[in-house]
């Protein structure tokens, strides 16, 4: 009997077979692993875990040349691109390499270095009394890349975060544009096994296919292909929307701290004394409404005999408090009273 190529349903149970089958081996990992040293370790290890039973599944299945649980479920068989033979060894390991562990170190390589570049942009890096994670408790890989961005500008680390948001925005947008391609075309559901070339071949007779399945599954890719593109562009539009906000923010931040400085500018040149040039003390308002400090105005007073005021020699100063203080009394109040001169020419109202 000649082996013909497995349906697209085939290939998407069997895919969804092994799926079921990984996510119990998962599971009983993590409890073993959460049982024996506790859910902060596993918290912490849960991906690596993941990885070891992804890795031990199809090791034991696909690397050592046998049918995965969902390939047997279905009665289909993996073949290399000339569809006349089993896959060889190299070509298997390759196929579980891509599909277990590319997916792990891209996504730990893009997470570790997008932490990185905020810590530096933040300028938060952890000191000796926080519980960071010390250089020396960290893996060299990420010793490497905190090394790296280190030397980096911070434009260039602001240009490379975007980047790895972009990339792996693009690696999401990659899968589904596949899948779409699968159903529509119903070769390759896993992008491994379109790098490596493998397909799937039936062992048992196969059933009478309705040509509606497989009209339905290209109208399924269609949607797909049409949803994908929608999701891109809300995606575009709310990227430019965020950049755009993030501009006019910066705008606005620059204007209000430039007016807050020029306020400040104003207000400490506005409560300048004009006899001592520093900030005034005890403030003093003549008729004219000038304001001095009362130990300058009460000694220019006293030595010049008149008000500092070029609009109106006024004898007459009005003191802003009720009463000045003790230290200003033993040097400013009472001499009123031992100066008749003085006295004529200031009065106060307490």
Known sequence: MALTAASPPEVVRAAQKDDYYRGGLRSAAGDALHSLAGAKKWLEWR???????????????????????????????????SQSRVPSRLRRG??????????????????????ELQVAGDSTRPTQGSLAPTARSQSAPRRWV???????TEQQQRALLQAAGVLRQVLG???RLHVAWFYIHGAFYHLAKRFTGITYLRVRRPPAEDPRVRTGYRLLGLLSLL????????????SRQKQRARQEWKLHRGLS???SHVDERVVSTASLCTLCLEERRHATATPCGHLFCWECITHWSDTKGEVPSPEARVPAALPLSRQPEEGVRSRGWFDLRRNP???RLLFFVT
């Open 47 to 81: 991906r690596e875990l993941e990885l070891v039973s992804d890795v031990a599944y199809f090791g034991l299945t696909t690397l050592a040349g046998y049918q995965t649980l969902g390939e047997e479920y279905v009665s289909v068989v993996q073949v290399d691109p």
């Open 94 to 115: 390759i196929l579980v390499a891509l599909h277990t562990v590319l997916p792990y170190v891209l996504d730990k390589a893009l997470l570790h270095l997008e932490h």
């Open 146 to 152: 905190r090394r790296r961005t280190a030397t980096l």
């Open 173 to 175: 947008c990659l899968r």
């Open 227 to 238: 949803h994908l593109a929608l999701s891109a562009g809300l995606q575009l539009y709310s």
């Open 257 to 259: 701290h430039r007016r």
């Open 341 to 343: 001169r003085l006295s």
